[in-house]
């Protein structure tokens, strides 16, 4: 009886009030949760960290959970049980998924069916788990928002953290010319190995004008900017006629001069994968699954984690200096 007690509770990461890495809190007592209809339980292998769930975390991004809550979307394992109606999946499946109902960062993860895809062998459970929201994210991106077509530039800015290099390699599976920013060596290497043609580091004060040098008059054609709250103004001055910047990421305020928007009739465009509607969803995903088997979208894992150092993997993927692949918790 004490075992079969044991085995209905799971190591989970709790958080019961908003703030700063503090508040996530591993415990060892938390219940397993039971897939209703339509959901499946998964034994996490791996889970994704993405900066979105520290905003959350924080208290500051637009939607709030009710609290306490288990963060995580990212999840990489193996179905443990499934629920009425789901015909899909079966126990024993290796699955990554796009979002979780019950919260990734632990031991046993509950997901709706339709937000879960199957993991092919040739892709480790930490590959997985950097799929789901920087695939969908920057898919979503370049071509649902974007507009992008096969010819055009892009200038991926951050191309060396999870979003980056999934829109590095989907720009140039899909024929693109593609030109990405990163912060140090090793990432201006990882972002070449990884689509683009060229890559520029943006510690350099005069990395713009070089930018503008690659491109020539015309500028690029589609900017994805993962700190706009920096970048924003250089963006609107790097960008062609009816050329748009993609703002996936944002710390903070910035200062623009929307005249500069006038002068090429250029856009600037927000992007949540939130937003996404069952049908967009279900595009990103035919997308994403066709570029695995085709075997141009390799996930590049950065730092890996244990569950116990979760505060430490918040801490890093805001202030380390110089991301190199999507950041992973491991269970």
Known sequence: VAMAATRNVMRAVRVFQFGGPEVLKLQS?????????????????????????????????????????????????????????????????????????????????????????????????????????????AYRALFQKGCAKAGESVLVHGASGGVGLAACQIARACGLKVLGTAGTEEGMNVILRNGAHQAFNHRDPNYTERIKACTGPGGVDIIIEMLSNINLDADLQLLSYAGRVMVVGCRGRIEINPRDTMSKESSIIGVSLFLATEEERHECATAILDGIEAGWLKPVVGLEYPLEKVAKAHEDIICSSGARGKMVLLL
């Open 29 to 137: 007592d938390v219940l397993v949760p039971i897939p209703k209809e339509n959901q499946v339980l998964i034994k996490v292998h791996a889970c994704g960290v993405n900066p979105v769930e520290t905003y959350i975390r924080a208290g500051t991004y637009a939607r709030k959970p009710a609290l306490p809550y288990t963060p995580g979307s990212d999840v990489a394992g193996v179905i443990e049980s499934v629920g009425e109606h789901v015909t899909a999946f079966k126990k024993g499946d290796r699955v990554f998924t796009l979002e979780t109902v019950s919260g990734g960062y632990a031991e046993y993860a509950v997901a709706a069916a339709n937000r879960v895809f199957p993991l092919p062998d040739k892709l480790d459970f930490r590959q997985g788990a950097a799929i789901g929201v920087p695939y969908f994210t």
